[in-house]
């Protein structure tokens, strides 16, 4: 019998009364060119999808593996519809593993067809969730690449890996976090510390790379003034950076705080694109305070100073590189690059690495007390150490404890009774600092000052007896021109730097002197005070006394930075007491001279 009467005989099983002989025998003459292709012209795939819900077990094991092998060849698709699409999704939770195999490759077929490709099949998942708890769609994935078939758990991420290939790029980052939410990378990960298999692992290494996809696009994307989302994630990270001070100007000096180069830190972006930035807002808004302490810190030192963004930037691209994010040589080896399992430990992961490598350069800067022309040595330490982290880590904890580094506050480490100790040294030196700067402002000061509707005076402004009033008095008339109850209105009012009204303090070539002003107003904008001096002293003291006592915190580099030595020293003192050492109320007596003393014998 010729294969042009075999498919005819075959075909008329399939139609009439079909037997398990005929189905594994379709399954093995598929694999034969000609018959296959007489197959497919006669419609084939349509006799096998009309006899499937009536098939079990191994009957249906074999239709689903000769459908399995006709499909690739992308001829006599017209029954393939949602709704049988759909019936596929649904049989990936057969208890028959064979089942479940061939339906994780039907699906990955139709993935990877353009005319079909992600939509239709993440359409079938979603429409076919297996129970109320299911609310990705994507359960029945999880539990097979939670498996203990390696060969179930190979299909599933073959699947996974097409419809990453196969989805529009608006879509693929929306995939991965379905996915990430539905536990499915929690799940790889604890699978891919037990499974040894190399086909395995290059399945892990392709399913890396596709979620790096959108780091890759980001990093492609030049910073555009005319795109309102590039602009507001600049107004995001000024926002998380001082939450209680508006933006007042788009270009300006006090960028360079924050430890930009120049006076737009658009400026400063051209070497990691938009990715630069969405790092910065990262840490900015999810570890704010680590991200002002190192800003902070760096913007109040003349000597071992270094741009906290532009070397966040610089973080940014060291990281595409140890990830091979945009290079041609990807360090593969029979299709396997480097793995990363860290890159699997939940949806903000890069994120989470991208703040620990800030934070650690920031130490290794320490370490090395390094100058500015120091930089390539320090960024070239930090990538190691970063490199040799991810390398041997499995999740970012891990990671975190392995560089040393702290993806929160160091505190967040202590142990609990140290943590409360803290906290009230961190009360006592904010009261005692607000004590220090309250009686300095009580004896006065003058500032020029101007308000909404009258023009700048020079006023001797000091805080009344009772810390209630700030009393505004006019020398050359001797009165008091107005007083503003600050506590009050607290709160309603913030004090900021006014920053419209700050000269270019890094212009040399700008002989006037540096004037320094901060505004005490109301948050409706309705009330405000503009206090500008050239003496820089009296500027920090009394807009974080201002601040102190309106109950906010201190924002100014120098106290800032006083607040974290004290608050160490008193620390230190206070854990020496704990540890049980005895600690001398008053200095010890000095001793009697003794008797045969001559000064005469000291030359």
Not at 414 to 432: A, C, G, M, W
Request: charged share 25%; hydrophobic share 40%; glycine share 4%.
């Amino acid at each position: 019998m010729g294969f042009i009467e075999e498919v005819a005989d075959i075909l008329k099983k399939l139609t009439q009364n079909v037997d398990k002989k005929t189905l594994f025998d379709l399954r093995a003459k598929l694999q034969d060119a000609n018959f296959r292709k007489e197959f497919l012209n006669k419609d084939g795939i349509s006799s096998l999808v009309s006899i499937l819900d009536a098939l079990q077990g191994n009957m249906l094991t074999y239709a689903l593996s000769s459908l399995e092998t006709a499909l690739p060849f992308n001829c006599g698709w017209e029954p393939i519809n949602q709704q049988f699409i759909e019936k596929i999704v649904s049989l990936i939770n057969s208890s028959i593993i064979n089942v479940c195999k061939s339906a994780l490759g039907i699906l990955t077929i139709i993935a990877s067809n353009p005319s079909y490709g992600f939509i239709a099949v993440h359409e079938a998942f979603i429409n076919s969730k297996s129970n109320e708890s299911d609310k990705s769609g994507y359960g029945a994935l999880v539990s097979q690449i939670g498996g203990n078939y390696l060969d179930t758990q190979l299909c599933t991420l073959e699947l996974v890996n097409a419809m990453f290939q196969a989805a529009p790029l608006e879509n693929k980052e929306m995939f991965r976090l379905i996915l990430i939410q539905a536990a499915f990378n929690r799940v790889l990960l604890e699978q891919y510390k037990k499974v040894e298999s190399p086909a395995f692992k290059k399945q892990v290494y392709l399913y890396q790379v596709a979620s790096l996809e959108d780091i890759q696009k980001d990093r492609k994307i030049t910073f555009s003034k005319d795109d309102p989302e590039h602009e507001d994630l600049i107004l995001r990270l000024w926002k998380a950076f001082y939450p209680d001070r508006p933006l007042e100007a788009r270009v300006g000096d006090h960028w360079k705080t924050l430890g930009f180069q120049g006076r737009d830190p658009v400026s400063d972006l051209r070497g990691a694109g938009l990715l630069g930035l969405k790092n910065l807002v990262f840490i900015a808004e999810y570890h704010p305070e680590s991200f002002r302490r190192i800003a902070l810190e760096q913007a109040s030192r003349n000597d071992h100073y270094y741009p906290v963004a532009t070397a966040g930037i610089n973080i940014s691209c060291m990281l595409c590189e140890i990830f091979h994010i945009g290079t041609k040589d990807k360090g593969e080896i029979n299709g396997i690059g480097p793995i990363f399992p860290a890159l699997l430990d939940g949806e903000n992961a890069f994120g989470e690495i991208y703040a620990i490598s800030l934070q650690l350069l920031d130490r290794i800067w320490d370490e090395m007390q390094a100058s500015y022309m120091d930089f390539p040595k320090v960024i070239a330490a930090t990538k190691q150490r970063v490199n040799e982290g991810l390398t041997n880590v499995s999740s970012i904890a891990y990671f975190d404890r392995f560089c040393g580094s702290i993806s929160q506050l160091q505190t967040e480490k202590e142990p609990e009774h140290v943590k409360q100790l803290r906290k009230s040294i961190e009360q006592l030196v904010t009261n005692r600092m607000k004590n220090q700067k309250a009686s300095i402002m009580k004896k006065g000061i003058n500032f020029k000052v101007s308000t909404n509707s009258e023009t700048e005076k020079q006023l001797n402004c000091k805080l009344d007896a009772y810390w209630q009033n700030i009393l505004l008095i006019d020398e050359s008339a001797n009165n008091t021109t107005e007083m503003l109850n600050i506590i009050e209105r607290s709160n309603n009012l913030i004090v900021t730097d006014n920053i419209n009204n700050l000269n270019n303090i890094n212009d040399t070539a700008n002989d006037l002197p540096i004037t320094y002003s901060f505004c005490i107003q109301s948050k409706d904008n309705t009330h405000k005070f503009i206090f500008s001096t050239h003496n820089k002293d009296d500027y920090i003291i009394w807009i974080d006394g201002l601040r102190l006592l309106l109950g906010a915190k201190i924002e100014h580099a120098d106290n800032v930075l006083d607040f974290q030595v004290m608050v160490k020293a008193e620390l230190a003192v206070r854990l020496l007491n704990i540890e049980g050492l005895v600690l001398p109320k008053k200095p010890p007596a000095i001793p009697p001279l003794p008797r045969d003393y001559q000064t005469n014998d000291i030359i």
